[in-house]
Structures are given as C-alpha cells and as structure tokens.
C-alpha cells in the first residue's frame, strides 16, 4: 500500500478554533499530499464553521458541543462511511505539525502498525513539549498505561495519531467520549490493536485556550485514570 492508492482521511475536530483552523488547513495543504480533509465543528460560537468552510473543506457541524470524543468518533463515522482506508487525527488549533503526516502514515501504510501516535517526547528536541504540570500528568498516564498494557506509550495524550481501516471501524462504533486519548490507547490495545510512535515536533498554541485548565485538569487525571481501570476490569463480552 502507498500513499497514492490509499483514500486517507485528515480529521480536524475544532471548537471554537477561529484563526487557528484556517492556519492548519493551510499547513496539510502545503504537503501535498493525496487526502481529504474534515472539519468537525463541535459546536463553537465563533466563526471556526465558516473559516473552514470558506477554505473548500468538508465540514461537519454538530448541533452543540459534544466534546472532543464525540467529535472524534463522527470523523470515524463519515470515515466508515465513505470507505476510506486511514485516517488521521489532527487537532485544530495548529499545534500539531502537518510536515511529519508522511511519519504517522508510514508504519501504517506498511503494515507496522494499526495506530500511530505522534509523541514528542521520543526525541529530545526544541519542539514544545507542554507545561510542568501537564507533563506530571503525562508520566503518571504513562506509568499507568503501561502498567495495564505492557505497552511504552510516552505521549499517551498526544491527539495527533493515524488509525488503519480496521480500528476506524471499530472506533466509528465505541469511543472514548471524555478526555479520549489515554483510554483510546487502553480499548485498542483489548481489542488487539497493534500501537505504535513516531517522533513529532508540536508547536504552542498560537490564539485561544486549551479546554483543559486549572482544576478541569484535576478532573481529566481522575476521570480518565478510573475509566481506564473500569474498562480494565470489564470482559471483553460485556464492553
């Protein structure tokens, strides 16, 4: 399988993005690469929609904010859909950098793996690695997932990630809906999903706010953290 005769999907969830949607549109374009790009607008009050739209793009527009997991999982929904054999989550608001989509896509395209995720903590680089704070919660996500699975993830939160035709299909029906980078990792690895990294460098936001900040980081580690255990210690029947 090569780039050329792969239909691949680049997923952009977005909330309330205005100025920041336009720039990654632009940033996946300037690869040239053969894939299609869909916007799901997860309900913002700003002009995220029409920014996107204006740029020839498919959008979605959910009637309200959802989260970023219900977002997620529509783009494995039209994903499914319309038959496409990748696709590529990519978040909104230009920290990730669309020059190493050919580095997510590889392993995939060459049968290596079933989900690659974009960590930028393989390599020791320039590239922003997030606060202090945000950092201890990545490591204990880390210690934890590993600890569960086997698996030595270092970028567990990271949403820049490709996924092969077998776990769209699988997570177009069962996502993860809060918070869902960790746990995604746990569920692919119960269903026998090979996992992978690849080295990425990720930028700091240019314009807006993160949704998670203050306490609501509190709350995403013991949400995730009891949803990851919960979902440890059920079957696989009654999942």
Do not use: W
């Amino acid at each position: 399988m090569n780039l050329t005769s792969s239909k691949i999907l680049i997923i952009v969830p977005a909330f309330n993005e205005s100025g920041n949607i336009g720039r990654t549109i632009t940033d996946i374009r300037k690869q040239n690469l053969p894939v299609d790009i869909l916007v799901i607008d997860d309900g913002s009050v700003d002009t995220t929609a029409q920014e996107a739209t204006s740029t020839g793009v498919k959008v979605v527009s959910l009637p309200f904010n959802l989260g970023i997991g219900a977002a997620v999982q529509t783009g494995f929904q039209y994903a499914l859909q319309y038959g496409y054999g990748i696709a590529v989550q990519m978040d909104g608001d230009g920290q990730h950098d669309a020059s190493f989509l050919v580095k997510l896509l590889t392993p995939i395209l060459e049968d290596r793996a079933d989900i690659v995720v974009g960590s930028r903590f393989i390599e020791d680089s320039a590239g922003f690695k997030s606060s202090f704070s945000r950092r201890l919660g990545i490591n204990f996500f880390v210690r934890l997932i590993n600890a569960f699975t086997g698996l030595n993830i270092t970028d567990p939160t990271s949403g820049f990630r490709a996924h092969n035709q077998k776990v769209i299909a699988a997570f177009a029906q069962n996502y993860p809906q809060d918070f869902p980078e960790p746990e995604a990792i746990v569920v692919a690895r119960r269903l026998g999903v090979r996992v992978s990294e690849t080295a990425v460098l990720m930028r700091k936001r240019e314009g807006g706010q993160s949704s998670i900040r203050q306490l609501k980081g509190l709350y995403y580690m013991v949400k995730v953290t009891f949803a990851i255990c919960l979902h440890m210690i059920r079957s696989p029947e009654s999942r």
